[in-house]
């Protein structure tokens, strides 16, 4: 079986969507019957500063893993600016639908969001060659633009819903990341059969726990401190300022210190908030390659995962909770609905009101004072990771979603 899958992005990019599409198709690609073709821009994000040893040609190959990797003429954008993203992601669906006349035709064509121009790119690549077409919804897009203030309902909010539902209805199964998200499709006329949840996972060999490194405990200045952290993308949607009136909440308390690892459209923003606030008691460090990511999550006591307080986010499960269960870590989750469900239902963290401060920092001192609760919970979420969330098991089912349709 031969599978063409179109991801706006994919390593060596770090974020969640590249992520799930590079460890789908790696796992993939070693069943005897299955090739993978993913077709994605040139690297940039979060920059629009293109990856050292790649070039913005028309059409350059390269192979992963065992992955064919097709990438297409990008127009580079910064992961800031809403004009600019745009731009970047509407040029991707062209340049791909044109890069596909030179790929040999697939078996199934699958595209993944969250914006839907690169599902609309497989949509019509699936009509060139014939074949099946499959869309990854990880996103409810574009109910979330409105929802982090992004654009305003209006006449481009309306084009956009419709571009949506035509690509449901257009797609033989829609493969979707959460309970809510199948929901909701049901409520918009979608069937019941024609939705697949296959939720995100970790690696549970590579996100294992393991020993803080000293020497990063050292550079951190971290040694005696109690370690709170924020690791991922620094967004709109992600209300991260408010990590920093916690922060200034409990300045008066020297054993804690935040921690904020990541890259996103309000990086500058919080860097020139921290410095306004004077909060020598946060950190507000680089994104870091995949690599190191265990080992920031290996310092830290206690994790916040957090987005604004809308709806719309009631749906989703960031993708960094099955990461930080897998490394035996708990959690402070400031997300409500399924995210909240999980985290309850694992025994692996707490929750506060999205957004409200004064919760958030009432579990941050509870919790600093009870190690041995910390560790029960850190526990919990990786027995839970083991037994649901393994990402050779999803990637196992995903697999066999495509393949009966194949058949």
């Known amino acids: 079986m031969q599978i063409l ?8 990019e770090v974020n969640a969507p590249a992520s799930r599409t590079y460890d789908h198709a790696r796992r993939w690609v070693k069943e005897p019957d299955v090739r993978v073709t993913v077709l994605t821009n040139h690297p940039n994000h979060p920059y629009g500063i293109l990856y050292e040893g ?11 893993e065992g992955i064919k990797v097709r990438r297409v003429r990008t127009w580079l954008a910064p992961n800031a600016g809403f004009i600019r993203r745009i731009l970047n992601y509407l040029f991707f669906m062209p340049a791909a639908v044109i890069a596909s006349a030179a790929l040999p035709a697939p078996d199934i064509v699958v595209a993944t969001s969250p914006q839907f121009f690169c599902a609309a790119a497989g949509f019509l690549i699936s009509r060139l060659k014939r074949r099946p077409f499959v869309f990854e919804l990880r996103d409810l897009w574009p109910e979330s633009i409105v929802s982090v203030g992004a654009m305003k309902p209006g006449a ?5 819903e419709k571009l949506e539902l035509f690509l449901y209805g257009k797609a033989v199964k829609i493969v979707v990341l959460t309970e809510s ?25 590579f996100f294992s726990p393991r020993t803080a490194p000293s020497y990063l405990i050292e550079t951190l200045g971290a040694k005696g401190k109690f370690i709170v952290s924020y690791i991922g993308t620094v967004g709109m949607a992600h209300a991260v300022e408010k990590i920093l009136d916690v922060a200034e909440e409990l300045r008066q308390s020297d054993d804690i210190l935040f921690l904020i690892v990541g890259e996103g459209a309000q990086k500058q923003k919080i860097r020139e908030l921290v410095k306004q606030k004077g909060l020598n008691n946060v950190r507000v460090l680089p994104g870091v390659s995949k690599a190191e990511v265990p080992d920031y999550y290996a310092v830290t006591d206690l994790n916040l995962v957090t987005l604004r307080n809308t709806p719309v986010f009631r749906t ?7 990461e930080i269960m897998a490394m035996s870590k708990p959690i402070i989750c400031a997300v409500d609905g399924e995210c909240r469900q999980m985290i309850e239902d694992a025994g692996c963290g707490v929750f506060a009101e999205p957004e409200n401060v004064r919760q958030i920092a009432g579990q941050i001192i509870t919790l600093r ?14 027995r839970f990771a083991e037994c649901r969330f393994d990402r050779d098991d999803l990637a196992r089912r995903y697999l066999n979603v495509l393949k009966d349709i194949v058949k």
Do not use: C
């Not at 481009?156 to 956009?160: G, V, Y």
């Not at 989703?316 to 099955?322: A, H, N, R, T, Y």
């Open 316 to 322: 989703v499960l960031p993708s960094k909770i099955f």
């Open 5 to 12: 899958f179109l991801s706006h992005y994919f390593p060596p």
């Open 181 to 205: 998200f199948r929901r909701n499709l049901i409520s918009r006329g979608i069937p019941d059969d024609k939705i697949a949840v296959i939720r995100n996972g970790a690696d549970l060999s």
């Open 156 to 160: 481009a909010i309306r084009i956009l």
């Open 54 to 64: 790649y070039e913005n040609r028309w059409l350059t190959s390269e192979e992963k």
């Open 369 to 382: 004072n009870q190690r041995e609760k910390l560790m029960a919970m850190g526990e919990n979420g990786r």
